[in-house]
């Protein structure tokens, strides 16, 4: 193939999907900028509802990150320091970054080699007096299998705050990701399935009180502005990023339709191609997929990286270092083998509403062409 004549394939190109909706975006900013407020005003209140709405809860609160929604998620469930808080060593490192930012104890459960999620049969046994929080992350917009886990969590009275960034409209069994757990903690990174023009989070909740703790953290930890309770934080989800959001949502469920039409043309084509390991989708889910995410058992992961950079298609590893290994993390002593072999294997592939047919195919016979040529060589399993 000559990539010098063809034009380049990022990982993720969000000009196309902006430009659908501009106009309606320009007049929701517009709006905004006329109106004179910024800070939690009418936007805000508006996509707090919407997303409440949309989800089947009660509550819904705008943050400044993801990341902030981990953290007062956790705070708001009353996880304290000293405490320990259950969940997956392969992530992103927010998740376990909020545990530690409290000072409370990330520990972890290996994942599930089929699905990269955490392992529901391995969480009990880990369950210890000390954990008082668990959190699973629906990793690259698959939902864990939460009946287990839940059941774990009501036997031990351990509550859940659902790591969600990743997963925006994702079900498990007919139930919404973040509507399963105590919380549920969301990113609107601009690289997320409903993503901001900058950062934001949000916190969903059932339980009123959870909601008044995560309003009362958001806002210098006061209710009544100059009373302050608690030490909190300044992390408030501004007027321009919930209008943009609001455009956004309306048209998340058809933008994940056409996620998961691209991901069943990849899964069509390279569950074919030997040694190459598609992403699984258990019957009683709806993966929205942030993230393609295949794994590599014949070439070895970073040659194919070098490959289709050669033919001009950009890809990403999510994630290349378990957080166990990671040097903040280094009093970690046990092993994760399932994380482990994952991250050495694992690549993602270009993937949005938005993804032509024609790069895709560009993508499924680079992919094919290199792991025929690249047969004899194996990985060890």
């Known amino acids: 193939m000559n990539s ?13 999907e902006t430009e659908s909706i501009w106009k309606d975006l320009m007049a929701s900013m517009e709006r905004v900028m006329r109106s004179g407020h910024f800070i939690l005003g009418p936007e805000v209140d508006a996509f707090e509802k919407e997303v409440a709405a949309f989800l089947g809860v009660k509550h819904a609160i705008g943050l400044n990150s993801g990341t902030d929604a981990l953290v007062i998620g956790l705070r708001a469930l009353g996880v304290k320091p000293g405490d320990e808080v259950l969940s997956t060593p392969f992530t992103f490192f927010a998740t376990a970054e909020a545990a530690l930012s409290i000072g409370a104890k990330p520990t972890f459960v290996d994942i599930d080699p089929a699905t990269l999620n955490i392992d529901a049969r391995k969480l009990g046994k880990a369950v210890t007096s000390k954990t008082k929080a668990i959190i699973p992350v629906h990793l690259f917009g698959l939902p864990c299998e939460m009946d287990p886990i839940l059941e774990v969590a009501a036997e031990h009275q351990i509550p859940v705050l659902e790591d969600v960034a990743q997963a925006f ?47 009362i953290l958001r806002a210098h930890g006061s209710e009544k502005k100059y009373h302050n309770e608690v030490v909190g ?19 998340i469920e058809a933008w994940n339709a056409g996620r998961r039409a691209a991901a069943n043309r990849y899964t069509d084509e390279l569950s074919k191609v030997p040694g190459i390991v598609v992403p699984a989708e258990p019957k009683h889910t709806i993966h929205v997929y942030h993230q393609y995410t295949i794994r590599t058992n014949t070439v070895p992961r970073d040659k194919l990286v ?19 290994k990671l040097p903040v993390l280094a009093n970690h002593k046990e092993s994760y083998p399932e994380s482990e072999k994952a991250a050495a294997r694992v690549l993602s592939l270009p993937i949005g509403p938005f993804l032509p047919s024609s790069s895709q195919q560009r993508v499924i016979d680079a992919i094919r062409a290199t792991t025929h040529v690249e047969a004899g060589t194996s990985v060890k399993q």
Do not use: W
């Not at 994702?170 to 757990?181: E, F, I, L, P, S």
């Not at 992390?235 to 048209?251: F, M, N, Y």
């Open 4 to 16: 010098q004549a063809k034009p380049e394939i990022p990982i993720l190109d969000l000009k196309p």
């Open 169 to 215: 409209g994702a079900t498990h069994r007919g139930r919404y990701c973040g509507a399963m757990g105590e919380a549920g903690a969301f990113s609107f990174f601009p690289s997320k399935n409903l993503g901001a023009f900058g950062d934001g989070g949000m916190v969903t909740t059932n339980d009123p009180e959870v909601a008044r703790t995560t309003r």
């Open 233 to 251: 934080y300044n992390s408030r989800l501004d007027e321009l990023q919930a209008a943009v959001l609001r455009v956004k949502l309306r048209k």
């Open 306 to 324: 070098q490959l289709l950079k050669q033919e001009g298609i950009g890809t990403m590893v999510y994630y290349p270092v378990p957080l166990h």
